[in-house]
């Protein structure tokens, strides 16, 4: 069976980090490409970052780039994404998800998800 479990999530003042971490059981972790998603409420998930299954590449959306870096360690099986210069309105729910596909941008691209973890950054 196959699980994903983000971790790191909390609340931090706008200007914080904050270090997300999916630790991932049950696939060939090495064998798939991540992604980081998010959902505010009342909004539909969006598209944070992604890395390929070497790490050869990564792709981040418009609204992080230059803040956030995505990373993973295949012997640890686990992805990161370390967010600096939080802002308010990155306050969402983020999850990891796994995919063999590309077409990383696309939630609909991902097989596997995790629970989610609650990011929350004040003014």
């Known amino acids: 069976q196959v699980q994903l479990v983000e971790s790191g999530g909390g609340l931090v003042q706008a200007g914080g980090s904050l270090r997300l971490s999916c630790a991932a059981s049950g696939l060939t972790f090495s064998n798939y490409n991540m992604g980081w998603f998010r959902q505010a409420p009342g909004k539909e998930r969006e598209f944070v970052t992604a890395?390929?299954?070497?790490?050869?590449?990564?792709y981040y959306a418009d609204s992080v780039k230059g803040r956030f870096t995505i990373s993973r360690d295949n012997a640890k099986n686990t992805v990161y994404l370390q967010m600096n210069s939080l802002k308010p309105e990155d306050t969402a729910v983020y999850y990891c998800a796994a995919t063999r596909r590309y077409a990383l941008e696309y939630a609909l691209t991902y097989d596997y998800w995790g629970q989610g973890t609650q990011v929350t950054v004040s003014s």
């Open positions: 890395i390929t299954w070497r790490g050869g590449s990564t």
